[in-house]
């Protein structure tokens, strides 16, 4: 008699036990180590020089050959590349005008998706201008800036992760990229 009495109170324990409301977890986001933050200068012959980041590798963009001086910063461990695009003013190269419009068009092309583009103009150590635009939402390309001397030098860089992941579980690492590409425009000088 005392095993049926176990029995139906296991049975009872275990109806009451499944009642209430059910909320599922969501998964897990995958762990991400950062890299320990540290610089150095760009090595190579580039009309411009600055620090950058020991954790991204310096590589040729293999889309512009022709263009020695546009190379991607290449965060392999991150999933993430800094494509930096540079073009000489003046007489040489472009127009500033038409260069700039053609940098804020391109920023300009996320407002599809970006909840907001929050735009910061700054003046950078050296005495040069820069833009920066931080994209919120599910937009390729959450960080923006370009550089300028007005006169001779044009530099423009753009964040994208090789992943389809959701931005907000990226966040730390845009957060962490982002504090290198704004040591990279403070660090940032064009040569002569």
């Known amino acids: ?13 275990f109806l009451s036990s499944c ?24 090595s190579g012959s580039y009309p411009y020089l600055f620090e950058v980041s020991q954790a991204a590798s310096v590589e040729q963009d293999s889309f512009n050959i022709d263009q020695a001086a546009w190379i991607n910063l290449n965060y392999r461990e991150l ?4 494509h930096l695009t540079y073009l000489p003013l003046g007489t040489k190269g472009g127009d500033v005008k038409m260069v ?7 920023t300009a092309k996320h407002q599809i998706k970006a ?6 103009i700054l003046l950078t150590p050296k005495g040069y201008t820069a ?26 860089g753009a964040l994208y992760f090789n992943t389809a992941m959701k931005n907000d579980s990226l966040a730390p690492v845009i957060e962490h990229i982002k504090i290198d590409m704004t040591h990279l425009i403070n660090t940032l000088q064009f040569k002569k």
């Not at 999933?79 to 800094?82: I, L, R």
């Not at 909840?115 to 910061?120: F, H, L, T």
């Open 1 to 13: 008699m005392s095993n049926k009495n176990f029995i139906w109170l296991f049975i009872l324990a």
């Open 19 to 42: 009642g209430g409301d059910y909320l599922p977890r969501p998964l897990g986001y995958n762990r991400i180590d950062l890299p320990e933050r540290a610089f150095e200068t760009l």
């Open 79 to 82: 999933g993430a590349k800094v």
């Open 100 to 106: 700039l419009n053609d940098a804020i068009n391109l």
């Open 115 to 120: 909840y907001g583009i929050e735009e910061s």
């Open 131 to 156: 833009v920066v635009a931080e994209l919120s939402g599910e937009v390729p390309t959450q960080f923006q800036f370009f550089i300028t001397d007005s006169t001779n030098h044009f530099l423009r």
